[in-house]
């Protein structure tokens, strides 16, 4: 969240200059972790205030969803079936994090940030 622009405050004035009076902020979690608890909604409630007359309403994350699962496995599959590594020069910049709960554990692991 920290390393991808737009930030929400950049996201929401964009959409508040198109003309928008309600934006949702999909959070791209897989869990109700603190960005998702308490970053998230701060920010997007100091986007709403610095843009009267947009509400910003914050959707549930991801999760860990069915769709979530059969996509993790199909990637498994053909990695399996065709035994061939990503070639990291041709693969897009990527970024993998992990949070803890918000009870004293978290961890991040990042390769190239976008």
Do not use: K
């Amino acid at each position: 969240m920290e390393l991808a622009e737009p930030t929400i405050a950049q996201a929401v004035a964009r959409c508040a200059a198109a003309g928008a009076q309600r934006v949702v902020i999909a959070p791209y979690f897989l869990s109700r972790g603190r960005h998702v608890q308490h970053d998230i909604p701060e920010l997007a409630a100091e986007a709403a205030a610095a843009n009267p007359g947009v509400e910003c309403i914050v959707a549930e994350p991801i999760g860990i969803d069915s769709l979530m699962a059969q996509l993790i496995e199909n990637r498994v599959r053909s990695a399996a079936l065709h035994g061939a590594a990503i070639d990291p020069a041709a693969a897009a910049p990527a970024v993998a994090v992990a949070a803890g709960s918000g009870r004293g554990s978290s961890s991040s692991s990042s390769s190239d940030a976008e």
